[in-house]
């Protein structure tokens, strides 16, 4: 079976400091992994995904996450926190093929950036 | 491309009414995807569909919730008969996807329904 995890529900940090967002997955195939942010009020806009090539991915607005299949991780990381990332953050895997093929969402964190 | 296209932007019924609401994906695209979000429940997919079949409606919450795909660019979600408890904003979603690989998801601005 397939799962999302996202670790925690609320992270909060001061502006100008690293950026984490935990999220483990479970999947019975190997995974597609992305993550999306929501700003307040607005749609869903992907920030980064990961498609079985490199293990280190690279998104927009600074943010990139690594894929580790040895801890089932895909965690969401920035070197330096801007007001800007205050946002919704959800974390999706597919995997399967077929009439196995499902697509899962994580419940969010909500990140928000103290000046 | 206009990018993935939700009508009405907003909605207002009364209870017992049915709400239709209506998507048109991007072009060329294979996937499409009904979420609804809200306050107390989150994101929540609903449906989705893969040239135009329905693949995974586990997600639907009862009989009231109908969602339809007649051609590669047009898909309904119907509620019938809508009760206050389905006031969310319901958000549209396309994608490409090969040898079935779902790529990125395009959203649509989203229909905000309240039901009174």
């Known amino acids: 079976a397939q799962s999302v995890t996202q670790l925690d529900s609320h992270v909060s940090v001061s502006e100008g400091t690293p950026v984490l967002l935990r999220c483990n997955y479970s999947?019975?195939?190997?995974?597609?992994l992305f993550w999306y942010v929501q700003h307040p009020n607005k749609g869903l806009q992907l920030l980064l995904k990961?498609?079985?090539?490199a293990t280190l991915v690279k998104g927009i607005n600074g943010f990139e996450a690594e894929f580790k299949k040895s801890e089932t991780s895909f965690h969401l990381t920035k070197p330096s926190a801007h007001m800007s990332d205050a946002a919704e953050y959800f974390c999706?895997?597919?995997?399967?093929?077929?009439?196995?093929?499902?697509?899962?969402w994580g419940l969010g964190t909500s990140l928000a950036v103290n000046p | 491309d206009a990018g993935v296209i939700q009508s009405p932007r907003h909605e207002v019924t009364e209870m017992g009414q049915e709400v239709t609401l209506r998507c048109k994906p991007i072009?060329?695209?294979?996937?499409l995807f009904w979420y609804r979000q809200t306050m107390m429940r989150g994101l929540e997919l609903l449906i989705y569909?893969?040239?135009?079949?329905?693949?995974?409606d586990s997600g639907m919450p009862e009989d009231r919730f109908s969602a339809k795909m007649p051609n590669a660019s047009f898909s309904t979600l119907k509620i019938q008969p809508s009760e206050p408890r389905d006031s969310a904003v319901y958000f549209c979603?396309?994608?490409?996807?090969?040898?079935?690989?779902?790529?990125?998801?395009?959203f649509g601005p989203g229909t905000r329904l309240t039901v009174l």
């Open positions: 979603a396309s994608s490409s996807g090969l040898a079935g690989y779902i790529d990125e998801q395009f």
């Open positions: 072009s060329g695209h294979d996937y």
């Open positions: 569909f893969n040239n135009n079949v329905p693949i995974d």
């Open positions: 999947s019975s195939y190997s995974p597609s």
């Open positions: 990961y498609t079985s090539a």
């Open positions: 999706v895997v597919t995997a399967g093929a077929g009439n196995n093929r499902k697509l899962i």
